[in-house]
């Protein structure tokens, strides 16, 4: 089956044109967490002067952020799982062992 005719198009996209959309949401949010960032930070400090060359790296830093911050958790929940594994499959084998199932 042809995946544009799944998704209801006639006409598929580049890989570049996708990438580029993706990309392009990627900056546009960075940019409004920045900016975002900064406007709250002027609220509690009327006096400070930030130039609009920081707001862009700001928002970048954010999303940064929160992905590392997800994939720790991400790494934390995949291990958890295998412990879990391990543990019923040691009781699995035990269960064997001593003939109780």
């Given at each position: 089956?042809?995946?544009?005719?799944?998704?209801?198009?006639?006409?598929?996209?580049?890989?570049?044109?996708?990438?580029?959309?993706?990309?392009?949401?990627?900056?546009?949010?960075?940019?409004?967490?920045?900016?975002?960032?900064?406007?709250?930070?002027?609220?509690?400090?009327?006096?400070?002067?930030?130039?609009?060359?920081?707001?862009?790296?700001?928002?970048?830093?954010?999303?940064?952020?929160?992905?590392?911050?997800?994939?720790g958790i991400?790494?934390?929940?995949?291990?958890?799982?295998?412990?879990?594994?391990?543990?019923?499959?040691?009781?699995?084998?035990?269960?064997?062992?001593?003939?109780?199932?």
């Amino acid at each position: 089956m042809n995946i544009s005719f799944a998704q209801g198009t006639t006409e598929a996209k580049p890989l570049d044109a996708i990438l580029h959309q993706i990309l392009t949401f990627i900056y546009f949010l960075a940019h409004q967490i920045g900016l975002w960032i900064i406007k709250a930070v002027q609220s509690l400090f009327p006096r400070s002067i930030f130039p609009d060359s920081i707001i862009d790296p700001l928002g970048f830093l954010i999303i940064l952020t929160l992905f590392m911050f997800l994939v720790g958790i991400a790494k934390k929940i995949a291990w958890i799982i295998v412990c879990v594994g391990w543990i019923l499959l040691f009781i699995r084998i035990l269960i064997i062992i001593f003939k109780l199932g």
